[in-house]
């Protein structure tokens, strides 16, 4: 029997999840859909053995026309009323019946459908350049409200690009929204700066650990109390400087779990039995104590940007910085040929922060697979769909590659129909969207 969490759909997302998605069942989208580049994109899908197909087909047209599928898809959605419609009315006097508003009113319904499907812990992010992404995001807004925009990230996806009349254009933009201020959220961290561990952390000799005291008083906060926290500990008094014991967070994260069943004293005596407060002469205060483990390092911000050549620059590593979500070069072994194909450690880092532990991903434009391959290799549960069937035949190949997964056996499989094989693919042209 299939697994009744994976499932890869072959169709239009918007019938697919007005089909087949249940309400409130996703934890996580991540959809990277068409940009309305105005680019035809091709697929050079390469064979078992590395090298490329003989011929490229067109895996889709980025191009949007405002004609009669345009006008319904509008009208369908100004009709159901809301935020949604006023945002499509308002783009209409705006843009008028632009190829522009073609793309918007595409992309409308198909976002009222994912905020349908995610859970009221879930999260979406939507993969976007600077085309139209700031119209993107008035749409998010109307879809998710405002209050619940969380980030926009922006990722370097490539090294260099050379215009002679602006800048560079060498980044996308991922706009992160949450379904509700309930939401799940996991700090990721980075490896520190080795320059930073170098000027705040110490090398021990003897345990080969990196050490940092915090100075100052740290273990006390203002305002006595008349309860356990307010008495002496070894010579130290702290109402008699009006100060009450107050143990700071990263303290108790390096002690066991029974730690937080101890009394305030008792704490204090285990934290210095342990060498994390150390007393020394002269100093007013006991000194704490943090020593640099695995799991130490920066939480991520919103720029996600690999820098060549800083090999060596981070700390505990000798990959660059932001090395997990470099962009892939031409010949990088990762890829396989699908142009608009991300590199698998963004799609990681995503998952890894907006999905809980064995949580369902849905990617509804799903290209290439990256996104399932990402959340099955962290044991998530996935559902990609993509109306591209040598996209989806693609995916089946990569899925089996990477982990002997077999559709129906191992996943659902639903809607392909005579999906071309590698020789048929070479006299097949696959006609518009998904990425």
């Known amino acids: 029997m299939p697994s009744e969490r994976n499932a890869l759909y072959c169709g239009d997302n918007l019938e697919v999840l007005r089909r087949?998605?249940?309400?409130?069942?996703?934890?996580?989208?991540?959809?990277?859909?068409?940009?309305?580049?105005?680019?035809?994109?091709?697929?050079?899908?390469?064979?078992?053995?590395?090298?490329?197909?003989?011929?490229?087909?067109?895996?889709?047209?980025?191009?949007?026309?405002?004609?009669?599928?345009?006008?319904?898809?509008?009208?369908?959605?100004?009709e159901t009323g809301g935020r949604v419609a006023d945002a499509l009315l308002a783009f209409r006097r705006f843009l008028g019946d632009s190829d522009l508003l073609a793309y918007l009113s595409m992309m409308a319904p198909r976002l009222v459908g994912l905020?349908?499907?995610?859970?009221?812990?879930?999260?979406?992010?939507?993969?976007?350049?600077?085309?139209?992404?700031?119209?993107?995001?008035?749409?998010m807004d109307a879809v998710f409200g405002p209050e619940n925009f969380r980030?926009?990230?922006v990722w370097r996806r490539t090294g260099a690009h050379g215009p002679r009349r602006s800048f560079g254009p060498i980044h996308d933009t991922l706009l992160f929204y949450s379904k509700t201020s309930d939401y799940f959220f996991q700090v990721v961290k980075r490896p520190y700066m080795k320059g930073h561990v170098d000027s705040r952390y110490m090398l021990e000799s003897e345990t080969g650990r990196y050490k940092f005291t915090s100075g100052g008083n740290v273990l006390t906060g203002a305002g006595a109390t008349g309860g356990e926290s307010g008495r002496p500990w070894r010579g130290f008094d702290p109402a008699a400087k009006n100060r009450h014991?107050?143990?700071?967070?990263?303290?108790?994260?390096?002690?066991?779990?029974?730690?937080?069943?101890?009394?305030?004293?008792?704490?204090?005596?285990?934290l210095y039995a342990a060498g994390l407060i150390e007393i020394r002469l002269g100093v007013a205060w006991p000194t704490p104590v943090r020593y640099l483990s695995e799991a130490d390092g920066q939480p991520l911000g919103d720029i996600w940007a690999y820098?060549?050549?800083?090999?060596?620059?981070?700390?505990?590593?000798?990959?660059?910085?932001?090395?997990?979500?470099?962009?892939?070069?031409?010949?990088?072994?990762?890829?396989?040929?699908y142009q608009t194909q991300k590199p698998l450690g963004l799609l990681a880092r995503i998952i890894g922060s907006s999905c809980p532990p064995g949580g369902l991903v849905l990617d509804p434009f799903c290209g290439c697979g990256t996104t399932l391959v990402a959340a099955q290799g962290g044991a998530h549960g996935w559902i990609g769909i993509d109306q591209n069937q040598a996209a989806i035949g693609l995916v089946k190949e990569r899925l089996r590659e990477a982990f002997g997964l077999e559709p129906e056996l191992?996943?659902?499989?639903?809607?392909?129909?005579?999906?071309?094989t590698r020789r048929e693919r070479r006299k097949t042209v696959i006609g518009r969207r998904g990425r």
């Open 115 to 139: 905020r349908r499907v995610l859970k009221n812990i879930g999260s979406i992010y939507l993969h976007c350049d600077p085309t139209a992404s700031h119209y993107l995001k008035m749409l």
């Open 307 to 337: 820098q060549p050549y800083t090999a060596g620059t981070v700390h505990g590593t000798e990959e660059g910085i932001d090395a997990d979500v470099a962009w892939m070069g031409p010949t990088d072994p990762e890829r396989l040929g």
């Open 245 to 270: 014991w107050a143990i700071p967070g990263f303290l108790a994260e390096q002690m066991p779990a029974p730690f937080a069943e101890l009394g305030v004293l008792a704490k204090l005596d285990a």
């Open 151 to 153: 980030n926009e990230i």
């Open 20 to 78: 087949h998605g249940r309400d409130e069942t996703v934890d996580l989208v991540y959809l990277d859909p068409p940009f309305n580049s105005g680019q035809n994109y091709h697929q050079l899908f390469k064979t078992r053995n590395g090298t490329a197909s003989a011929a490229p087909i067109l895996a889709f047209e980025d191009t949007w026309r405002w004609d009669a599928a345009a006008t319904t898809a509008f009208y369908e959605t100004v």
């Open 410 to 420: 191992d996943y659902a499989l639903v809607g392909e129909s005579a999906v071309p």
